[in-house]
């Protein structure tokens, strides 16, 4: 699968260490927006890996008779999954979670 999510955070340490540099306010926070961008696709890359782990690889084609007409998981297979958690957890990245300290 494209996309690793140790290099979306490194991704996001570089934004935010752009943030700190630059004059402007907007363009800091432009470059913390950048982070935070960063930082959710990095999760939603976690969560997709973990969901190919526990459904296998995605297959396209006919359904056989088993599957009910059904392509995919069944609906209550989302339930308590990670992408469920993630959509309803996430607000915002702080800076001390990178490791920038606390922002004031």
Same mark, same amino acid.
């Given at each position: 699968?494209? @996309?690793?999510?140790?290099?979306? &955070?490194? /991704?996001?340490?570089?934004?935010?260490? =752009?943030?700190?540099?630059?004059?402007?306010?907007?363009?800091?926070?432009?470059?913390?927006?950048?982070?935070?961008?960063? =930082? &959710?696709?990095?999760?939603? =890359?976690?969560?997709?890996?973990?969901?190919?782990?526990?459904?296998?690889?995605? /297959?396209?084609?006919?359904?056989?008779?088993?599957?009910?007409? &059904?392509?995919?998981?069944?609906?209550?297979?989302?339930?308590?999954?990670?992408? @469920?958690?993630?959509? @309803?957890?996430?607000?915002?990245?702080?800076?001390?979670? =990178?490791?920038? @300290?606390?922002?004031?």
């Amino acid at each position: 699968m494209p @996309g690793e999510p140790k290099e979306c &955070r490194a /991704h996001a340490v570089e934004c935010l260490r =752009l943030a700190s540099a630059m004059p402007s306010r907007l363009s800091k926070e432009r470059f913390e927006e950048l982070a935070q961008i960063w =930082l &959710r696709l990095a999760v939603s =890359l976690e969560n997709t890996k973990e969901l190919l782990n526990q459904w296998g690889e995605p /297959h396209l084609g006919d359904p056989t008779p088993k599957d009910e007409g &059904r392509i995919g998981p069944p609906a209550s297979a989302y339930l308590g999954s990670p992408v @469920g958690e993630f959509a @309803g957890g996430f607000t915002s990245i702080s800076r001390s979670a =990178l490791g920038f @300290g606390t922002v004031v």
